[in-house]
């Protein structure tokens, strides 16, 4: 079983369109969390930290649940920018550091 | 200004060969990373060092040697290449020991062994 977990879509949406992924982690050690975005041949990069009391950013909306050991970002109103694979991360400060174990990553795909 | 670089952007090399990755910080982070993506766009850490020590190893062959000169660069030489190793590699870097603290990718090293 994977550390990280998500599925890996595509999720094809129109514009306008609410969209929510869901990610799991096996390992209750895990101490931040975050959701990462990636383009097509591009870094990964942050685009937002998840916090025990949900969190929003814009359009954007992340929730944890540490019981479930289950994260999830929610996508209002989505736009053809938005077009990506969204990476669920967990961090674990261990004897050798922050280490960020990453998801495989679930792809959007936003239509006009 | 680029907060994390890596060079070279592509690599296309033989079976065989030994090559190397440069990566250098303008962050004052210390701590950086190596990551490699490979064909199922999984994202796995390789390496971390902390302030030119060596502190995560992910169990990667010893074919894979990483040296940091110093706290803002960690470059990585990878010895005798199989079609394997063929990925992207990323290079990142965080302040050390914030676990609330998120990591800064460079744009990557396409490497491809034929």
């Known amino acids: 079983r994977k550390e990280v977990e998500q599925d890996p879509g595509p999720f094809n949406v129109p514009e306008g369109a609410t969209v929510a992924f869901n990610c799991t982690y096996s390992?209750?050690?895990?101490?931040?969390f975050f959701w990462y975005r990636q383009d097509c041949r591009k870094e990964p990069k942050l685009l937002m930290s998840v916090y025990s009391s949900g969190n929003e950013d814009g359009r954007f909306t992340a929730q944890l649940n540490r019981a479930s050991q289950y994260i999830s970002l929610l996508i209002r109103d989505s736009k053809l920018s938005d077009s990506a694979t969204y990476l669920c991360v967990v961090s674990e400060l261990t004897g050798g550091g922050n280490k960020l174990t990453f998801g495989t990553g679930t792809q959007l795909k936003v239509e006009l | 200004d680029t907060a994390v670089s890596q060079t070279p952007k592509y690599l296309v090399t033989q079976m065989g060969n030994d090559k190397s990755i440069k990566c250098e910080q303008n962050?004052?982070?210390?701590?950086m990373y190596w990551y490699k993506q490979d064909s199922k766009k999984f994202l796995k850490i390789m390496f971390s060092?902390?302030?030119?020590?060596?502190?995560i190893n992910e169990t990667v062959p010893n074919r894979f040697s990483p040296k940091s000169p110093d706290k803002a660069h960690l470059n990585l030489h990878i010895n005798s290449l199989e079609l394997g190793d063929s990925a992207v590699y990323f290079c990142?870097?965080?302040?050390?020991?914030?676990?609330?603290?998120?990591?800064?990718f460079g744009p990557g090293t396409r490497l491809l062994v034929l």
């Open positions: 060092y902390n302030n030119k020590e060596l502190i």
């Open positions: 390992n209750s050690a895990s101490q931040s």
């Open positions: 990142a870097s965080s302040p050390y020991r914030q676990v609330q603290e998120t990591q800064y």
């Open positions: 962050l004052g982070h210390d701590t």
